[in-house]
């Protein structure tokens, strides 16, 4: 991932700038009327030029006294600090009420337990695994790949292997959420997001032996230079001890937002880039982790590779402006909150769709002799093949996508063909099933 040149933010020196600042303290804060926290490049052009340095370092100074270490330092042992004005609080408080809940709780129609807890879960993992990928550089289309992922066929590329790799990597991040951070733990993250791949000549679950990875600026300047690689295993030591750490802010302890804390983790794999390819995905599972780990559960339904891949130069800047900024990590903490938030909105839109595609294909199973005998999966099937004339399903892939047996799917797709309402056939020895394209006219008429 190339980042963007960021000029250098002016430098606060107290003994010499206090008396130049004192006078400016009471109109300046940590946001600017907006809420925004700017970093010194967009904040320049919004003052008056003659005074933006002054102005600049009497927003520094009020930064500074509400800056929070996190126990974690750059190379130099310089640390990494943050801060949470109004506006962050505000974002944070909208989002732990969004995420307590569960997912029919974010649709604004109303769903059913059952409908909350089976709306294509596997499809939504899917999607994060395929645009993190897409965001690393893989190329297959989102088509190819979920029916890849839902089929579970072997990949035919490296393109295919990336995507497969990443939906094994969340499912190994949740499979160990309830485990504290080991570097075991980093490792294996890493080991499963890159087998199968060549990409910088890679060595899955290795940390890089040398020092010529860097990250460039648009301009093929080096912008950020990670660590010596010889410091890498305590350094990440360090993480892990840092994520396992109780910020609870219960007896006396830290308080750290548990979403501020999985952002961090997010940032410092990126920062510190221990391994020669993979870095942004690893850092990815171990967000996605970190949320499953604290009981946001929905968080394994949204997609913020979707959304950062759709803006790759503002997740560029966000890494920039902490480096530039003496390790400020505000800025790297309220672009992910943004992104989060998108994210939440975009599952919200998913499912008030779904919800709607239901109860349209469940309304129109009402007025049939099958409505009542159905089962919600067989109507979910149906909405499927409605929308897709010709699609085949298997046994495998119901199962998987609707966490039953395999005896219970086969059973349920073989009901739908007794019903003369889905066609069968064999695939060697395989049985599939296949949606008739004239299902619709049999629904609406009431006749198979």
């Known amino acids: 991932m190339a980042r963007a040149k960021v000029e250098k933010a002016p430098i606060l020196n107290f003994s010499e700038d206090f008396e130049a600042i004192i006078p400016l303290l009471g109109d300046c804060d940590v946001t600017d009327s907006e809420g925004r926290y700017l970093h010194w490049g967009q904040f320049k052009w919004r003052v008056d030029k003659n005074n933006a340095e002054n102005l600049w370092k009497a927003v520094k100074f009020k930064r500074i006294s509400q800056h929070k270490p996190i126990g974690l330092n750059d190379e130099n042992g310089r640390p990494f600090v943050y801060c949470t004005p109004h506006s962050m609080e505000a974002t944070l408080y909208q989002l732990v009420k969004v995420t307590g809940g569960n997912v029919g709780a974010i649709a604004d129609s109303a769903a059913s337990e059952s409908l909350q807890s089976r709306f294509l879960v596997s499809s939504l993992i899917m999607e994060e695994a395929i645009t993190s990928a897409q965001l690393e550089g893989a190329s297959t289309t989102r088509e190819v790949a979920k029916k890849m992922l839902e089929d579970e066929r072997d990949p035919v590329d490296e393109d295919e292997r990336m995507i497969l790799n990443n939906y094994l990597l969340l499912k190994y991040a949740e499979q160990n959420s309830k485990n504290e951070l080991t570097l075991d ?81 997010h940032f410092m794999i990126g920062y510190e880039h221990p391994f020669r390819d993979g870095n942004g995905r690893t850092a990815r599972a171990l967000f996605y982790w970190f949320m499953l780990k604290s009981d946001y559960t929905l968080f394994k339904y949204i997609s913020i590779s979707k959304l950062l891949k759709e803006k790759p130069n503002d997740y560029g800047l966000s890494y920039m402006y902490t480096e530039k900024d003496d390790n400020d990590l505000t800025y790297f903490i309220y672009f992910q909150l943004e992104i989060i938030s998108k994210a939440f909105e975009e599952l919200k839109k998913y499912l008030n769709l779904k919800v709607s595609e239901f109860k349209s294909i469940s309304e129109t199973l009402e007025k049939t002799s099958w409505g009542n005998i159905l089962h919600f999966i067989q109507k979910d099937l149906i909405k499927k093949a409605v929308k897709e004339p010709g699609r085949i399903f298997n046994v495998k892939e119901v199962s998987k996508s609707y966490s039953i047996s395999e005896n219970t799917s086969r059973n349920y797709l073989a009901k739908l063909v007794d019903m003369k309402l889905f066609l069968s056939t064999k695939d060697g020895r395989k049985v599939i099933y296949i949606a008739p394209s004239d299902l619709l006219r049999k629904l609406q008429s009431g006749k198979a």
């Open 185 to 265: 733990m980093i490792l294996e993250f890493h080991r499963i997001a890159t087998r199968g791949t060549t990409e910088n000549n890679v060595v899955p679950g290795e940390f890089r032996i040398d020092n010529d990875i860097y990250i460039e600026d648009g301009d093929g300047n080096i912008a950020h230079q990670p660590p010596d690689f010889s410091l890498i295993e305590q350094r990440i030591r360090d993480l892990c001890e840092f994520a396992n750490k109780d910020h609870t802010g219960l007896g006396g302890c830290d308080f750290v937002h548990p979403l501020i804390k999985a952002i961090v983790l």
